[in-house]
């Protein structure tokens, strides 16, 4: 498999469309390789699943009332300093 040749202008201009491309490139500048890019595909449910959670979370803690956020923020400066 042979990879397309790109200016680094051109690899930045278009930088989107070659992360979803299947193709490797080869990015030149003043007409010397000097590197490739190998776009990797992967499932990306376990990423989208992990954002998810992570915003679950968020939601939670924004959803805490002040004096909460208080014993939580005590409480990780104690675990903290207990870790010292």
Known sequence: MSAARVGIREFRAGLADFVDDDAPVAVTRHG???????PVKDDRTAETATLRAAGEKLDKL???????????????????????
């Open 32 to 38: 010397r390789t000097v590197g490739y890019f190998i």
């Open 62 to 84: 924004l959803a805490l009332a002040d004096s909460e956020v208080d014993t939580l923020v005590e409480d990780f400066k104690e675990r903290r300093r207990a870790a010292r």
